[in-house]
C-alpha cells in the first residue's frame, strides 16, 4: 500500500528571490495493493509530481509518503528505485543497447545472473507478446508501440510490487494504444501489481483504474472514486467537464455493447470511454 500524507511540493519562483511556485499542497490519498490507481488531470496540476515522489525522484517539501507503513524517506534511494517499476511516455530505452539488454539492466543491477537475467529476458517478452528474436533489435528498429511494450517489460523484469507508469501511451496512435491498455490490463491481474498511471485521458482513466483520483491546480483532489462511482455521480461542473460533458444538464450513462463491455455515452450519445473494471 502506498500512502500519501499531506504532501506539499514548492520550488523557488523565477522571477523573484523569496517566491514559490506551488506544484502540489496538502495532497492525502491511498492506493491499495495490487490495484491501479489513476492520476488523472490537465497538465500542470502535479500528477507527475506525486507520481515521481514514490520513487523519491520528487522529494516532498512537507508531507510524507509511506510504502507499507514505511517513510520512504528513510530508504535508500537507489535501492528503492530499483524495486519499482517506471514506465515513461517515450519509454526512455537505452539506445546503444539491444532490447534483450534493455530489459535485463535491473535484474543485472541487483545481482541477477547472467543466466537469471536471460530467463528474466524470455519472460518478460514473451509477457509482453513480443516473439524472442525481437531481443536482439535496437530501440531505433521498433515502432513506438513495440518501443512501449519494451519498457513496460524492462520495468517489471525484475517482478517489482510497485509499476509506476507516466502517461505511457500517450505518443502513440489510438488503435496500438487500445491494445497497449488490454494489454497493461492483462499484466496487472495476472501479476497483481500495484501500479500509479498518470493520464490526462478520461477515456484512459475509465478503462484502466480501479481507482480514478482527480486533480485540479495544486494537486488538489476534486474527486476520488472508482470509474462507476465518478460517471454516475461526478461531484460537480469541473469533474463533469473534465469527463466530457458541455453543460451540467448532460449526463452520463452506461450502455452494454454487443460484446458485453460497459460503453460510457454522455445524453447526446457520444462515446466517453469504456469501463473495464467491476
Known amino acids: 500500500m502506498i500512502s500519501f500524507e499531506s504532501v506539499t511540493k514548492t520550488y523557488p519562483g523565477a522571477r523573484r528571490a523569496g517566491e514559490e511556485v506551488v506544484a502540489v499542497q496538502d495532497t492525502s490519498f491511498t492506493v491499495d495493493t495490487g490495484t491501479i ?40 534511494p537507489v535501492k528503492l528505485r530499483r524495486k519499482i517499476g517506471y514506465v515513461m511516455q517515450h519509454a526512455g530505452l537505452l539506445p546503444h543497447k539491444t532490447v534483450a539488454e534493455n530489459i535485463a539492466v535491473v535484474p543485472q543491477l541487483n545481482g541477477a545472473t547472467k543466466a537469471a537475467a536471460q530467463q528474466a529476458v524470455a519472460r518478460m517478452l514473451d509477457l509482453v507478446e513480443l516473439p524472442a528474436r525481437m531481443g536482439q533489435r535496437y530501440p531505433a528498429e521498433l515502432s513506438g508501440g513495440q518501443a512501449q511494450r519494451v519498457g513496460v517489460a524492462r520495468a517489471l523484469a525484475d517482478q517489482p510490487n510497485i509499476l509506476l507508469m507516466d502517461e505511457p501511451f500517450g505518443a502513440v496512435d489510438p488503435l496500438v494504444r487500445a491494445g497497449l491498455q488490454q494489454q ?3 499484466i496487472q491481474q495476472e501479476l497483481e501489481t500495484t501500479i500509479v498511471f498518470v493520464t490526462h485521458d478520461m477515456s484512459e482513466a475509465l478503462r484502466l483504474g480501479h481507482q480514478i483520483i482527480l486533480l485540479a491546480e495544486h494537486g488538489h483532489i476534486v474527486q476520488q472514486d472508482s470509474p462507476a462511482e465518478l460517471v454516475a455521480n461526478p461531484a460537480n461542473a469541473f469533474v463533469e467537464n473534465f469527463l466530457g460533458l458541455n453543460g451540467n444538464q448532460q449526463s452520463l450513462h452506461t450502455r452494454i455493447t454487443d460484446d458485453g463491455r460497459t460503453l460510457v455515452v454522455d445524453a447526446h450519445g457520444r462515446p466517453a470511454g469504456y469501463l473495464e473494471q467491476a
Open 184 to 186: 497493461l490490463l492483462d
Open 37 to 76: 490507481t489513476v492520476l488523472a488531470g490537465s497538465s500542470g496540476c502535479g500528477k507527475t509530481t506525486l507520481l515521481r515522489m514514490v520513487n523519491r525522484m520528487v522529494t516532498p517539501t512537507s508531507g510524507m509518503v509511506r510504502i507499507d507503513g514505511n517513510d520512504i524517506a528513510d530508504l535508500n
